[in-house]
């Protein structure tokens, strides 16, 4: 008998609780949303909950609570987590092992047929750099060397959700950019991307949407275009007088710096009333930009507003024991 699946999400999960002897709370109730097709991405500071989660999604990390699905089928689904693949926080693989011995044991363990894991071997070294190294022992691997069969690793079952936490770690700028393009090659082949990374504007290049995780709760999640929505502005670079176009500076709320004009907002029938204000004034203007803030200062002002909102908390009301 067929078994239908329980939704059309790849990764569904609510109300996840992790506590650690017994008074460590890592994860406090997190609700996650990721389509099919989709590249999510965790955020939060250091010790925010993100590789708890991601353990609990891999099954290696048992829950207190957790209602939810990965690939539409409950967590801990056999026959999904076959269909998954995992590079951890940290790649560690037997140092004896050559690269190429490495994804055939690893194929192996997923039941990757033997011509299957062989052809995928040879094709999965090549694509994250390593083919000139796959017959030398793993033990004379750079960090960085080892992070790219790692990633390899996590492909050679060709799974449908990638799990990838900390996948650019160890690499240089160029090794980062290779793995952005494969991960974004990866996407159009429809494969499902769930990526826990520090580096943001790693994160804002390939996501489609983001979650930033604080203190074992999900403090915001969205699409990025949706987290920034509020924060576009427009910048004026003119030279003379702006004391003729004042009252029009000060209606609609911009600020002035030097020869500077900021707009908060973003409305562009803002911006072309104050220029043609400021051209009646005489001012030349040199240049209009458009802004808007990176997620890297989106995630700072997140942070800040709910360590803020917990230090303002009673104890007694979900504040923390000094």
Known sequence: MQVTE???????LIDVRKTYNRRIE?????????????????????????????????TLVRPNAAIGTVLGRPLGNRKKRAQMGFLPEQTRFPAFLTGEQVLNYYGALAEVPRNVRLQR?????????LSQWARTRVGQYSKGMARRLGLAQALINDPELLILDEPTDGLDPIGRRE?????TELKRAG???FLNSHLLSEVETICDRVAILHRGLVARQGRLSELTENTMSYEIVAHGNFNAAGERIKKIGASIDGERIVIPGGKPEEV??????LRAAGCLIESVNPRRVSLEDVFVEIIGEERARTAARPIGQGGEKA
């Open 26 to 58: 890592a994860l406090r109730g997190v609700n996650i949303q990721v389509g099919r097709g989709e590249v999510f991405g965790l955020l939060g500071p250091n010790g925010a909950g993100k590789s708890t989660l991601v353990k609990i999604m891999m």
């Open 179 to 183: 793995v952005r393009t494969l991960l």
């Open 191 to 193: 494969k499902t991307i």
């Open 121 to 129: 071997t040879s094709e999965l070294l090549g694509r994250v750099g």
């Open 272 to 277: 072309n009333n104050l220029i043609d204000a």
């Open 6 to 12: 329980l939704t059309n999400l790849a990764i569904d």
